[in-house]
């Protein structure tokens, strides 16, 4: 068993210094926060920055596959600056969730358009599903699909849909274009509009089987249960490190402001009261960063203890990005609760991410039972 390491190394902080700048300077506060106000607002062309321009789309596709053979740790890094820039684009669900369940599932041909980044897809299983806990909600009746699925996550920008279903022998994966006939999409309105979420409804719509083999096993891939479980841990996984850099968001912009915000003549920073509800969310970003990168170099290296370290992620992340955001637009007094402050980007992404791939109380019970804890 290979040791962990926790410590960035120096690609993965120059894959963060060209994220950051991308986001930072195509993706202001104030653009983000036009998806709450103008529905028809399109953020295309920064995700084709990101998945074309700097590769991003493939990092976790195999160098053979056109990918750049990149592992959980880059996309972790990814990943943090997505969440430190509440942008609205649909890596996790792409670049993520339905790239690694077609990778399982052995897939070649779909993995590679994603790869270049001129296709985007998404899997077709809601976004609170608990890796472990999945149940398909589509099934195949004469070569077609029929059957519902909710709140999934990425589908307007998709151009794929990924989508396990239920057949005879057991569960397959198929692939639908996401504008062929017999599928229907409907957006439903969320807390967080930076990563929509829609039903989509399959009636009569004609697929392509990834897995291809008999009893729901790929020729080349694991069985199209294994892909879905895979595809949800590693989401579990990795939406820990997006956690993670909204929370340092959060934390390192109420510092600031508190430092300069002045109140009977003194800062308010330097009062003994905001100084420890500082520390306080010091401590826990700072725990937050050693559980995320854990659970991300965990997943990385294959390790026997990942799913264990996916769901203590999630457990503590989850809660310390939704208390950084909280106190973000409390220590921020009146300016935090305006709708043009981007505060409130945070704590809708932060309590919309509590929700994804299960509670918090979920993942504690997992890991409950992971670690042979008895109830």
């Known amino acids: 068993m290979s040791t962990a390491d ?22 202001p506060p104030e653009l983000v926060a036009e998806a709450y106000d103008q529905e028809s607002v399109d953020f295309t062309g920064i995700w084709k920055s990101l998945a074309v321009d700097l590769g991003l789309a ?13 592992s959980a740790r880059e996309a972790a890094v990814v990943m943090e600056e997505v969440g430190r820039a509440v942008a609205p684009v649909p890596y996790l669900s792409s670049a993520v969730l339905a790239t690694v369940a077609l990778l399982e599932a052995g897939d070649e041909q779909t993995v590679g358009a994603l790869a270049e980044g001129a296709t985007t897809a998404a899997l077709a299983v809601g976004l609170a599903t608990p890796p472990g806990r999945f149940a398909p909600r589509v099934r195949r009746e004469a070569n077609t ?4 699925v909710t709140s999934v996550a990425g589908v307007p920008e998709a151009d794929i849909l990924v989508v396990p279903v239920e057949g005879p022998e057991g569960l397959e994966l198929h692939t639908v274009s996401a504008g062929a006939a017999g599928v229907s999409v409907t957006q439903v309105l969320s807390l967080d509009m930076t990563r929509p979420l829609s039903d989509v409804v399959f009636d009569g719509a004609a697929s392509t089987r990834v897995d291809g083999g008999t009893a729901s096993t790929g020729a080349d891939g694991g069985t199209a249960d294994e892909a879905v479980r895979a595809a949800l841990g590693a989401g579990a996984a990795l939406l820990a490190s997006e956690q993670l850099g909204l929370a340092q968001w959060c934390f390192e912009t109420t510092l600031a402001y ?42 990385a290296r ?15 992340c ?18 935090g609760m305006t709708w043009e402050y981007p505060a409130h980007l945070y704590l809708k992404r932060a309590k919309s991410d509590q929700l994804a791939f299960g509670t918090p109380y979920r993942h504690r019970a997992h890991l409950a039972t992971l670690i042979d804890l008895p109830a």
């Open 6 to 27: 926790l410590l960035y190394s120096d690609t993965e902080d120059a894959l963060r210094e060209s994220v950051r700048r991308l986001l930072a300077d195509r993706c």
């Open 318 to 335: 989850s809660d310390v990005a939704v208390h950084a955001a909280e106190e973000c637009i409390q220590l921020h007094a009146g300016i």
């Open 145 to 148: 699909l029929v059957g519902t």
């Open 58 to 70: 493939g990092l976790l596709v195999p160098e053979s596959l056109g990918g750049a053979g990149a």
């Open 258 to 299: 508190v430092k300069e915000r002045k109140q009977f003549g003194r800062a308010v920073g330097s009062f003994q009261a905001i100084k420890h509800r500082i520390a306080d969310i010091w401590l826990e970003v700072t725990s937050a960063t050693a559980a995320a990168r854990y659970a991300a170099d965990a997943y």
């Open 302 to 316: 294959g390790d026997s203890d990942a799913e264990i370290a996916a769901a203590l992620a999630q457990a503590y």
